[in-house]
């Protein structure tokens, strides 16, 4: 009696037999498969060119998208780049907050940009940038782990901004290094509800949080002389 063959048993066989089309070579042209892309009828070959075909356009969206990340990286590159050379001529310690907003927004291309600081010293105590922290809004920095980017839900910081309609923004704490506290929150918004969202990295954000707070350590209260 002849075993009946099923799909499985005919793939194993074919799988430890990889010179089984070279010895029966008509079979490839014989051979009737059902295209997904086509819906019609086609050969063994023509499929095979189909999966080639597949795969070489992956191949060529994957190469794009590296392409454009690449750009895209060096873009934001030289942006933190022009950021940073602006806060390295500043002279004033007193000067750094308006400085690294004005730049910050400027080379990012941000439509509004703020900030504020707390224990700062004495001699700074009295500058715009100590202005309207309330308890709740250091308790608020005090709880963000990682930049927050999405939507604006009426966050009392975003008032700093002082503008009438913001979508969407980003709030970073700022922190000495090796340190869980705060000694500040940098804000940024726009009026786009796209512009910042919560599917976006915020790799990059930590970074503009770091250079924020190292800028900004000559103005912190018990930082090193």
Not at 28 to 57: A, F, H, N, W
Not at 110 to 117: A, C, D, E, G
Not at 169 to 192: E, K
């Amino acid at each position: 009696m002849t075993a009946t063959l099923d799909s499985s048993t005919v793939a194993q066989y074919l799988s430890e037999h990889p010179t089984f089309f070279e010895e029966h070579t008509a079979l490839l042209g014989e051979v009737k498969l059902s295209s997904p892309l086509t819906g019609r009828t086609i050969s063994l070959q023509e499929r095979q060119m189909e999966v080639m075909r597949d795969k070489y356009k992956a191949l060529e969206l994957r190469m794009s998208k590296l392409s454009r990340l690449a750009e895209e990286n060096g873009d934001i590159a030289s942006k933190f780049h022009g950021w940073n050379q602006a806060m390295l001529q500043v002279r004033n310690d007193a000067d750094m907050p308006r400085v690294l907003v004005d730049a910050l927004q400027s080379n990012f291309d941000v439509p509004y940009v703020s900030l504020r600081l707390w224990q700062v010293v004495p001699e700074q105590a009295n500058g715009w940038f100590t202005e309207d922290v309330t308890a709740d809004v250091r308790m608020f920095a005090n709880s963000l782990q990682a930049p927050y980017c999405g939507s604006n839900r009426d966050f009392e910081a975003v008032h700093w901004l002082q503008a009438d309609k913001i979508e969407s923004t980003v709030m970073i704490a700022l922190r000495a290094p090796g340190t869980t506290g705060t000694f500040g929150l940098l804000v940024l918004g726009s009026p786009d509800s796209e512009r910042f969202t919560s599917s976006m990295g915020t790799d990059f954000l930590v970074h503009i949080g770091a250079t924020a707070s190292a800028a900004l350590a000559a103005l912190r209260a018990g930082a090193p002389a």
